[in-house]
């Protein structure tokens, strides 16, 4: 069955530097790919997908992710973190025929000042 | 306009209360869902309807039901309440199957006393 691994709980980093959230992914096949930001108290909001082709995925809000089949990982990046990015971080993954999608345990993001 | 809307926001009950929670999307999908995060932040699929049809009933006790009466709705109605049922619970929409990711609504915090 597929399955996500996000193997940091939480993670801080300090506002302005450069932000690495890790994804592992199983899957036998291509995967579609997601992340998803959740603000407290807020639903989940989509930040990219991958499905295909560019293995490098921008998304909303100055996100980016790489899509590494040799290492079966999505990590997720931003050059310079702000205040506002506080939040818990899901990846997911298709799943069943893609009739649902998996989730990971989720990274809390802390920003320092 | 709220793309995925939920109600009610908060829910707050005596174990073995019935209570429902609505949910209505207005993006035209096809595809809806219920999830249940925990309080470890864990989400976890539980239903999903395709056009008013079930397709995924994911091992949940039958003490929830959930209804589609078109394909922009999809309740959830909870039978005697549990302890153990407390968590946020959260509905989704999809254009076909999960492929190109969920549109989550803000969920509802049930809380059961």
């Known amino acids: 069955a597929q399955s996500v691994t996000q193997p940091d709980i939480h993670i801080t980093v300090s506002e302005g530097a450069s932000l690495e959230l890790r994804c592992n992914y199983s899957?036998?096949?291509?995967?579609?790919l997601f992340w998803y930001v959740q603000s407290p108290g807020q639903g989940l909001q989509l930040l990219l997908k991958y499905f295909s082709g560019d293995t490098l995925v921008q998304g909303i809000k100055g996100f980016e992710a790489e899509f590494k089949r040799s290492q079966s990982s999505f990590n997720l990046r931003k050059p310079s973190v702000h205040w506002s990015d506080a939040a818990e971080y899901f990846c997911a993954v298709g799943a069943g025929g893609f009739q649902k999608l998996v989730f990971g345990t989720g990274t809390r993001l802390l920003v320092s000042p | 306009d709220t793309a995925v809307s939920q109600t009610p926001k908060y829910l707050v009950t005596q174990m073995g209360n019935d209570k429902s929670i609505k949910c209505e999307q207005n993006l035209g999908h096809d595809t809806m869902y219920w999830y249940k995060q925990d309080s470890k932040k864990f989400l976890k699929i539980m239903f999903s309807y395709n056009n008013k049809e079930l397709i995924i009933n994911e091992t949940v006790p039958n003490r929830f039901s959930p209804k589609s009466p078109d394909k922009a709705h999809l309740n959830l109605h909870i039978n005697s309440l549990e302890l153990g049922d407390s968590a946020v619970y959260f509905c989704?929409?999809?254009?076909?199957?999960?492929?190109?990711?969920?549109?989550f609504g803000s969920g509802t915090r049930l809380t059961v006393v």
């Open positions: 989704a929409s999809s254009q076909g199957v999960a492929n190109y990711g969920y549109t």
């Open positions: 899957y036998g096949a291509t995967p579609y």
